[in-house]
């Protein structure tokens, strides 16, 4: 720039004496006879040239170093322009950098949310299916347990049939002692083996040992029987028919034994059922309440990025679904949650006060407050279908701040509507 205005300087000043020059030569070409005339005053109008010329000379370099350093002004004006612009620009590539990674990030979570949608369609055929698998379980469960009651009555009988039929083997026992001598111990120890098979059906856990006293007591009788078979044949074939039934009772307590084990085993599973379905009633009680600081009073922010929130003062938080360490919300079921977040702007004409809404990491809602001075606020809320793993939390924004005190206004709140 210095030298691009010098030339023109150049330039002047060769004009400047070529104009001189020139008029020197004219007056050199002056008539002999006015040259006479005029020697009286060629030095004093020489001089007098001479001094014009050296002061135009000297105006017109000032005014030329005067618009020389308007121009450096400028030019240090349009680089300091220069730069800023550069700066500008970088920052817009940073930024298109920052969107592009941005498009990626959204194209992923696209697929994500694909995959997440494809799962779910799955899962809510599992969910069908597993219900009408509850719906014939409850009923088998009902039909199990009208079977069990039956059961415990049928065995009430045979413990009140146990106690008549031991009070009867009391009296038959005496009635063997009496038989021995006049033949008819054999009718009596076919009493005793009638009540020693009835006890058997009740008492279930101690049927072993109670057959074998049966099994001895039976060869007793039966070496009676030889002794009295010729008087007490009827007699005899009635105790073969005894342990015919015998026999056929031992195979009946064996099947009900059997059956018993199933339906324990059924009662089992029901109960086990049972208490899933506890843990999922459980499960559909969510709710919590958070402000943002523990104790005391201040800001956070601003910072150059958006930046998460974390909720350190918790109220309530029923189902633990939030966590005060991290600030996210995880949904435990799939279901419609309501969510309600305010923010505190305590006057800075430096910055506003702004959060946003996240699921998932995509923008819901914001509240938004800009407080020059003194204290104001703003709130916002939303109602989201939520899946299971879903992750809601809050977000300061770039450059934005955010007030919190001992009366907690900044606040972050969700609870569960329904499940779906």
Known sequence: MEMTMCFPLLLLICSLSTAQLQTEADNEIIPHGKQTESQGREPTNASDRQQTCTQDINAVLR?????LAEQ????????RENEAQAAKLR???????EVDKMKQQLKAQAAELSNMTARTDVTENQVEALKRDNEAQAAELTNTRAELTNTRAELTNMRAELSNTTARTDVTENQVEALKRDNEAQAAELT???AELTNTRAELTNMRAELSNTTARTDVTENQVEALKRDNEAQAAELTNTRAELTNTRAELTNMRAELSNTTARTDVTENQVEALKRDNEVKQVAFSTSLLASGSGYIGPFNTHTPL???YVVTNIGNAYNPNTGLFTAPVRGAYHFEFYIGAHGRASHASSVVLVKNGEHIFTAYEHQPS??????????LLLEVGDVVFLRLWNN?????????HSTFSGNLLFTM
């Open 374 to 383: 003194r204290y104001g606020s703003s709130a916002n809320g939303a109602t």
């Open 192 to 194: 005793n083996t009638r």
């Open 72 to 79: 450096r002004v400028e030019m240090r004006h349009l680089q």
């Open 310 to 312: 974390v909720f350190r």
């Open 91 to 97: 920052e817009l590539e940073l930024q298109k950098t």
């Open 63 to 67: 005014e030329m170093s005067a618009t």
């Open 400 to 408: 934005a701040i955010i007030y919190d005190d001992e009366n907690h």
